[in-house]
């Protein structure tokens, strides 16, 4: 996905589990608590399914998205 200089994917739900991955640019990502935090090339965002989430940019930037269905839970060694 492309977001163009000043682009904003606004708020909304994850369906499945997403995981937001900064191919080229830089910007700020929240989640469910609407904090935001700065991402670049090279950083990614989780968000869990059903948690509201939102990116934007100034500069523009190129991200992967990849929707997760049925996530395996971490398990603790």
């Given at each position: 996905m492309y977001l163009g200089p000043d682009g904003v994917l606004g708020r909304h739900r994850a369906v499945v589990a997403q995981l937001f991955c900064v191919v080229s640019g830089e910007g700020t990502v929240s989640g469910g608590d609407d904090i935001l935090f700065p991402i670049q090339a090279g950083q990614a965002a989780?968000?869990?399914?059903?948690?509201?989430?939102?990116?934007s940019t100034r500069s523009?930037?190129?991200?992967?998205v990849i929707e997760i269905e049925n996530a395996i839970e971490p398990v603790e060694t």
């Open positions: 989780l968000w869990e399914p059903g948690e509201h989430h939102e990116a523009g930037m190129v991200v992967m």
